[in-house]
């Protein structure tokens, strides 16, 4: 089974909302995370470098549990929240993951390697 990874870069229209669209998100980040079997991890949060963009990464444990998400209400409900928010551009992709390891060894060092 492979773990499914979300990215998306989310543009607002006015940065100076960006900081709200985030605070009224977070119940939303909280129920889909405490409430949606497979959600391992659920973030949106401000880019530290562009002030009008929000950064989001989702892990999942399966297709299906991703697939269930789509079907949720928390997920509708952040669309709608999003999209009443004042969204320039949205641009997402979905990831399939079939290794993980640690990024450092037993020795601190990193390494990019799986084996």
């Known amino acids: 089974m492979s773990l499914i990874a979300v990215e998306a870069a989310i543009t607002v229209t006015d940065p100076s909302q960006?900081?709200?669209i985030l605070e009224r998100s977070a119940p939303i980040q909280?129920?889909?995370r405490d409430d949606e079997p497979g959600c391992i991890v659920?973030?949106?949060a401000a880019d530290p470098c562009q002030d009008d963009l929000i950064?989001?990464?989702e892990l999942w444990e399966s297709e299906e549990a991703l697939a269930a998400?789509?079907?949720h209400p928390n997920y509708h409900d952040m669309r709608t929240m999003l999209g009443a928010g004042g969204l320039a551009s949205a641009v997402s992709?979905?990831?399939r993951i079939d290794a993980s390891a640690?990024?450092?060894g037993s020795d601190g060092t990193a390494t990019a390697g799986f084996g």
């Open 18 to 20: 960006r900081a709200a």
């Open 30 to 32: 909280k129920a889909t």
């Open 42 to 44: 659920y973030c949106f």
């Open 55 to 57: 950064q989001v990464y």
């Open 69 to 71: 998400h789509f079907d």
């Open 93 to 95: 992709r979905k990831h």
């Open 102 to 104: 640690p990024v450092y």
